[in-house]
């Protein structure tokens, strides 16, 4: 297993009066695609959006790439080489597809050959390239929110339950999408419940539960013990081919 690019410590968060985290410890190895399971409420969302400073942790350490980013603001965090896709996308609806992604480009004008590559996985974001981004599909707004990540080379992404409602030809562009950023040594953390993509795409595998990481192991381990799974997520992969 190669170093890890991204450490959690002791890591708790609160909202408000709640305690969601409360202790994650979880290492992300450099280079490959980490994937973050558990059941609802367990505390993925929360824990991605605590690595990327838009809740701050109330305990513990988060390092990344040789730094502690624990206390930093969320733009510095960004500056620093990650790119978070929340659930939700948040992508600017009044703002057209090429506007959402020249926001996202922080060193200035598009890539022309970036564009095209990304345009490679999601043709539809050329075809509706000047096309306020709300008008578009719940799939094609996905699209741009991926295509806001990676539309300048990141070190880390971070991505929350990117296949939710996506048709499948959609999903398959995807995977093709991270095997790529994989190859090109870019670090990627996955929140996702399609067990069938995550087994295909995943190197490593944690499991949260109660706002902890109750497991971590290889992605094939976990993908071929069907006890296992039934012990930590209370169902069977096999049943998501």
Not at 16 to 35: A, T
Not at 94 to 118: F, H, Q, Y
Not at 139 to 151: F, H, L, S
């Amino acid at each position: 297993m190669s170093e890890a690019i991204l450490t959690l410590a002791g890591v708790h968060t609160h909202i408000g009066e709640y305690h969601i985290l409360q202790g994650v410890d979880m290492q992300v190895p450099r280079g490959g695609l980490s994937v973050l399971l558990g059941r609802n409420g367990a505390g993925k969302t929360t824990t991605l959006r605590t690595i990327m400073g838009l809740w701050k942790a109330s305990q513990g350490k988060i390092h990344f790439d040789g730094r502690d980013i624990t206390a930093m603001a969320t733009p510095d965090i960004a500056q620093l080489g990650i790119a978070y896709v929340p659930e939700s996308m948040a992508i600017f609806s009044d703002l057209t597809v090429k506007e959402n992604l020249l926001l996202a480009a922080r060193n200035g004008p598009l890539d022309s050959s970036r564009v095209e590559w990304i345009c490679g996985f999601f043709p539809a974001l050329k075809k509706f390239w000047n096309y306020p981004a709300g008008n578009l599909s719940g799939g094609q707004k996905q699209m741009v929110a991926i295509a806001r990540a990676i539309v300048e080379p990141r070190k880390l992404i971070l991505v929350d339950e990117p296949t939710k409602g996506l048709a499948p030809a959609i999903i398959l562009s995807l995977m093709a999408a991270f095997n790529e950023l994989k190859a090109s040594d870019t670090t990627i953390l996955l929140v996702e419940q399609n067990f069938n993509f995550v087994r295909k795409l995943g190197d490593t595998v944690a499991v949260m539960d109660d706002g902890r990481v109750v497991h971590t192991g290889s992605m094939q381990a976990l993908a071929e013990d069907n006890d296992l799974q039934q012990h930590l997520l209370g169902l069977s992969l096999a049943a998501h081919q």
